[in-house]
T-cell receptor, first 110, second 117 residues
């Protein structure tokens, strides 16, 4: 599976958009970009995933660059409850393992 | 999204005893489940892949005789920590694979916190 690079931490003001970047320059053609988050002392929560098109759901938007070497997770209106570690993961489908990196620790401040 | 449960949510045991943790997919069938553990301030570390009806595949460095995995049905996988020692104290998390192709997603349980005294 391709490796990903994320900033270790980010701050965001409550009510503002949180933009979390992820680099995955070695992604292969059949690998998807997945985002999860882990709130303290809980299991990871699935947020969104995509292959090459931008995706949006009730939680977030995922913007993938045309060359697929990087992506950005957007939380449009961050709240204090969005404070968590966000993991960007690249993997294929068909039962491939989800390997976690260090993620980005997002602090949403009032 | 799909729901994965774990039981118990936390357990305290004496050194040398065995502890069983259950992972269930509540509203979908999962042919593949995964077990992770997480130490404080660290990321999740994959321990093993559990396939229904077959032997689990363990990651390098994980002792298969110490961490017994059984995936006897499409909705249940169990992890047994045998002869637990204080260094096995950790946060154990399972996940289950749902869907296929572009719809494939892994959903995670809430975790089980194990403390070995």
């Amino acid at each position: 599976d391709a490796k990903t690079t994320q900033p270790p931490s980010m701050d965001c003001a409550e009510g503002r958009a949180a933009n979390l970047p992820c680099n995955h320059s070695t992604i292969s053609g059949n690998e998807y970009v997945y985002w999860y988050r882990q709130i303290h002392s809980q299991g990871p929560q699935y947020i969104i995933h995509g292959l090459k098109n931008n995706e949006t759901n009730e939680m977030a938007s995922l913007i993938i660059t045309e060359d697929r070497k990087s992506s950005t997770l957007i939380l449009p209106h961050a709240t204090l409850r969005d404070t968590a570690v966000y993991y960007c993961i690249v993997r294929g489908t068909g039962g491939f393992k989800t390997i976690f990196g260090a993620g980005t620790r997002l602090f949403v401040k009032a | 999204g799909a729901v994965v449960s774990q039981h118990p949510s936390w357990v305290i045991c004496k050194s040398g005893t065995s502890v069983k943790i259950e992972c269930r997919s509540l509203d979908f069938q999962a042919t593949t489940m995964f077990w992770y553990r997480q130490f404080p301030k660290q990321s999740l570390m994959l321990m093993a892949t559990s396939n229904e009806g077959s032997k689990a595949t363990y990651e390098q460095g994980v002792e298969k005789d110490k961490f017994l995995i059984n995936h006897a049905s499409l909705t249940l996988s169990t992890l047994t920590v045998t002869s637990a020692h204080p260094e096995d104290s950790s946060f154990y998390i399972c996940s289950a694979r749902d869907g296929q192709g572009i719809q494939e997603t892994q959903y995670f349980g809430p975790g089980t916190r194990l403390l070995v005294l």
